[in-house]
């Protein structure tokens, strides 16, 4: 055990001088019961300065999951919402916390939302409507969203295009595995496009070859924590500090060196969420990319 967390904190220390910011990370759940504050040190000891940590918890059951997290620690963000997989277990009560959640102080998002037609939990015509039904409340909560899509592409952003894009609020298309044609169509629509741990494995080609591509004022990176950790973890559980492996991966296929792109992906999301810089980051002399 002492060696494990000996060799994790090494691990971690190569990025230190680096400034990152994970834009999606579940750190409620019970892969990090035995070492959720550990597990948030090493994520400060390799440079991630701001985490937004994603409320959809285990379902409608507990949905303000998130929150104890930002109320403890000035770093951490957080949001609301219930994921398309638990679509079918939602009722009017539910919504109605949501709402009542959503004007907590630390929550700056209302996520993950979307369609899933990979596993289908819950039926397709049920998802939709709860995709509706949590953009309204997102729209009069004024808060952008976090987009889940997976195989239902097409009729996500058709969605969005009808419902969301008239609002101009905007949102992130997280762990993005799409085209570029699909990416571009949601920048046009206000989203920004966040690439995760998958983005480094070495079949998804298909996953770099838009990264490179993009305006780089239009990307973030994750963790999707604890799931997809990069390939020089895979097979580990994810944790926030290997956000690092994905600036690397970027960095890589767009020619850059990875603090830049820590650096310009961490601008973005401030820029996007209207948050300050923290102070120590500039007493710190970390540098801004703009």
């Known amino acids: 055990m002492l060696n ?5 904190r090494q691990e971690c220390l190569r990025y230190k001088t680096m400034e990152l910011i994970d834009s999606h990370a579940h750190i409620d759940f019970p892969q990090f019961t035995e070492d959720r504050e550990a597990m948030l040190e090493r994520a400060r000891a390799a440079g991630v300065s701001t985490l937004l940590a994603i409320g959809t918890g285990p379902g409608p059951e507990k949905l303000d999951s998130a929150i104890p997290f930002a109320e403890q620690h000035d770093w951490i963000y957080a949001t609301i919402g219930i994921h398309p997989h638990e679509a079918e277990q939602v009722t009017p009560k539910h919504l109605e916390q949501l709402a009542a959640l959503a004007k907590h102080e ?4 209302w996520g993950e939302i979307g369609l899933d037609y990979f596993y289908d939990h819950s039926p397709r ?4 409507r709860v995709f509706r039904d949590q953009m309204e409340l ?6 952008p969203i976090i987009i889940h899509c997976r195989d239902a592409w097409s009729d996500c952003l058709n969605l969005l295009d009808e419902v969301w894009r008239p609002t101009g609020i905007g949102g992130i298309l997280h762990c993005f595995t799409s085209t570029l044609e699909d990416a571009r169509r949601g920048i046009e629509m206000g989203f920004m496009v966040s690439f995760a741990g998958n983005s480094t494995y070495p079949k998804t080609q298909n ?3 838009v990264a490179k591509v993009l305006p780089l004022e239009k990307i973030l990176i994750e963790t999707d924590a604890p799931y997809l950790a990069p390939q020089a973890f ?25 603090d830049e792109v820590a650096a310009a992906t961490s601008d973005n999301f401030r820029r996007f969420f209207g948050l300050a810089r923290p102070a120590r980051l500039a007493a710190s002399g970390l540098k801004e990319t703009s």
């Open 4 to 8: 494990e967390t000996k060799e994790r």
């Open 106 to 109: 630390k929550v700056i998002a």
């Open 125 to 128: 015509d049920v998802q939709q």
């Open 138 to 143: 997102a729209r009069e909560a004024k808060l």
């Open 207 to 209: 996953i770099r070859d």
């Open 234 to 258: 895979r097979g580990k559980r994810n944790e926030p500090a290997y956000v690092a492996e994905v600036a690397r991966t970027i960095a890589s296929v767009r020619n850059l060196r990875p």
